[in-house]
């Protein structure tokens, strides 16, 4: 059984369209991230959730929101699509923050905005 | 502010031993991780150093020094599916998410 599996592996669409990835994981964690990895491979946060609260949210555009139902899922949406939000997204989990806790990460989904 | 430094990429031959470096800038420092992310793949988790010292998990070794804000994994025994890049990584004392360097490519050739 996949443990962080995210939805779609490839996105491919044009500009100013409202897009959403989901991601759900198995492992019973108590915190989910949204990564986006760029094209010089940097990985950096965006968001995460820890028991349905939004406890970080870097500088991301308000275009992107995290929505999460539940605490096995943490979907994110993106409206009015841009050229530079191309990049691979990375779902991930953790049980109770960081420490001595791994990220266990998604395999990604590569979003082309044309 | 924040950051980590590691070469862009690294080649050494199979069989042989590499190491690699990461020097990072923070304050309220944590631990230090570091992960392995093949391409078109996850990252996926190799380490994490808290104490000074060497830690060894088989033919992989991950090295920290807090007061010089220095780390290095060491992969002994050069494998061909050791090709990928390694990812060094922090969290601070607080924080709930990992800082990430841009990763070390390593090509190992026969």
């Known amino acids: 059984d996949t443990a962080v599996s995210q939805t779609p592996k490839y996105l491919v669409t044009q500009m100013g369209n409202d897009k959403s990835i989901k991601c759900e994981q198995n492992?019973?964690?108590?915190?989910m991230y949204w990564y986006k990895q760029d094209s010089k491979k940097f990985l950096k946060i965006m968001f995460s959730?820890?028991?349905?609260?939004?406890?970080i949210n870097e500088t991301v555009p308000n275009r992107f929101s995290p929505k999460s139902p539940d605490k096995a899922h943490l979907n994110l949406h993106i409206n009015s699509l841009e050229l530079g939000d191309s990049a691979v997204y990375f779902c991930?989990?953790?049980?109770?923050?960081?420490?001595?806790?791994?990220?266990?990460f998604g395999n990604g989904t590569r979003l082309t905005v044309t | 502010g924040q950051n980590i430094d590691q070469p862009t990429e690294m080649t050494a031959t199979e069989g042989a031993i590499v190491q690699i470096n990461c020097t990072y800038q923070?304050?309220?420092?944590?631990?230090l991780f570091w992960y392995q992310q093949h391409a078109g793949e996850a990252p996926t988790f190799l380490s994490y150093?808290?104490?000074?010292g060497l830690e060894e998990k088989g033919r992989f070794s991950s090295f920290l020094s807090r007061s010089k804000g220095y780390s290095y994994l060491l992969l002994k025994e050069l494998q061909m599916k050791d090709s990928a890049s390694y990812l060094c990584?922090?969290?601070?004392?607080?924080?709930?998410?990992?800082?990430f360097g841009t990763g070390t490519r390593l090509t190992v050739i026969p």
């Open positions: 991930a989990s953790s049980q109770a923050g960081q420490g001595d806790s791994p990220l266990h």
């Open positions: 492992l019973g964690h108590d915190t």
């Open positions: 959730y820890n028991n349905k609260e939004l406890i």
């Open positions: 923070t304050s309220g420092f944590n631990g």
């Open positions: 150093n808290v104490l000074d």
């Open positions: 990584a922090f969290d601070q004392t607080g924080a709930n998410n990992l800082f």
